[in-house]
């Protein structure tokens, strides 16, 4: 694809956000506790997930929203439990697929939302979801989630709501449009002024007498435009960012993601960050900026982009290691393996022979590569 080069991945794959970048180590540990309480190790689940064991229970540091996703998705796998560990019963992964499944057959989100109250409440008394019309202006859904002994029941409720709305948000094609939310912990504060409610753009009642979420009625009658299991699947393969609402305006990271793409497919493999702020009409520190706000750098992009397509390539294609590395554009097989081992956790050959057979990410993978397929 044009020029080679030996300089590195700028790893994301352990490395801790800059302040004010997402959720802080503390509460990271609070949502690998019920995991912890039966057993299995925080920092093994972390290193699966691709996150800095030394995230675990630091203030000061923190992890973006894709890896928020692959951590609760660990601690899923690790458990097979859909709610974590932090309910009396097991939700197991299998039940929730067709839980899933069920939303996907409704033709509406209201639809949908009566389907996954339905099929919640035949089975689990932990949770208690329910519906309440609000006077013609919406519906709220309230959940009662009867937490175990020794967990942190707020940041159950947090990550149970952003798992809903991320969830419906997909089945109709752009973000819900929350009345208000309700939860019955604090104000959540963290050092590095993170807000972990600002991704539902809503008002937040804290300190309220139940936990819910208020829909507008105009949503309910929202079309569901995504419509089979395949696609769902194929949406969590692309690790979604849970701190950006679904098609919430165009941030300065895609933006950036988009540049980076153009040049990488001309072979430009490592663009300087000057390069990049020209094709954006900006200025290199103003992007440097926006990028931090968002809780990025450009050096991670622009590595995770090159390995992304990496991973692809071993995946969606029989062209041999060596091949793939020169094809990325760096020089020599050694820096090709080290710098993939960093960003992966595991060499390249690893990676295909646990993956190849993965149905999910091998379409997935096609897809990506053919999406930064030379137009």
């Known amino acids: 694809m044009g020029a080679k080069s030996t300089a590195p991945f700028e790893s994301d794959r352990q490395a801790a956000l800059p302040p ?27 290193r699966r ?31 097979d439990d ?19 499944r069920a939303h996907l057959h409704s033709s509406t989100f209201g639809e949908a939302l009566r389907v996954s109250i339905r099929f919640t409440q035949a089975l689990s008394e932990d949770i208690g979801p329910q519906l309440v019309d609000t006077d013609g202006r919406g519906i709220m859904h309230r959940c009662a989630y009867h937490t175990i002994e020794g967990v942190d029941r707020d940041i ?22 929350l009345r208000r939310i309700f939860v019955r912990g604090s104000r959540p504060v963290q050092a590095n002024g993170f807000d972990r409610f600002a991704v539902f753009r809503c008002p937040i009642e804290y300190d309220a007498e139940f936990d819910a979420l ?32 679904l098609g919430g305006g165009q941030s300065w990271r895609n933006r ?45 992009i622009r590595a995770r982009l090159r390995g992304e397509l990496a991973g692809a390539l071993l995946l969606a294609t029989d062209m041999p290691i060596t091949n793939i590395g020169y094809e990325v554009g760096f020089g020599e097989p050694g820096s090709f393996t080290r710098n993939f081992t960093e960003w992966a ?7 295909r022979r646990r993956h190849k057979s993965d149905p999910v990410k091998i379409a997935a993978a096609t897809t990506l590569v053919s999406e930064r397929s030379d137009p």
Not at 25 to 41: I, M, Q, S
Not at 237 to 243: G, Y
């Open 156 to 177: 159950f409720v947090w990550q149970r709501f952003l798992w809903i709305f991320h969830l419906f948000s997909w089945l109709i094609g752009r973000p819900l449009n």
């Open 256 to 300: 950036t993601e988009q540049a980076l793409i153009e040049m990488q497919r001309r072979g430009e493999w490592l663009p300087t960050i000057d390069a990049v702020a020209r094709r954006l009409r900006t200025r290199p520190r103003r992007l440097r900026r926006d990028l931090a706000g968002e809780g990025e750098s450009f050096k991670r």
């Open 345 to 351: 956790a595991m060499t390249p050959s690893e990676y």
């Open 214 to 245: 208020w829909y507008d009625r105009n949503d309910l009658k929202a079309r569901v435009v995504n419509g089979s299991l395949a696609e769902y699947e194929a949406h969590n393969a692309a690790e979604p960012d849970w701190f950006v609402p």
């Open 49 to 79: 997930a691709r996150i800095d064991p030394g995230v675990h229970g630091n203030e000061q540091a923190a992890i973006d929203g894709r890896a928020l996703f692959r951590l609760i998705e660990q601690i899923q796998l690790t458990l």
């Open 82 to 100: 859909s709610f974590i560990g932090f309910l009396p019963e097991r939700f197991r992964l299998a039940l929730d697929t067709e839980r899933t």
């Open 20 to 46: 004010a970048a997402g959720l802080d180590g503390l509460a990271v540990e609070k949502l690998l506790r019920g995991a912890e309480l039966k057993g299995h190790d925080p920092a093994e689940i972390l």
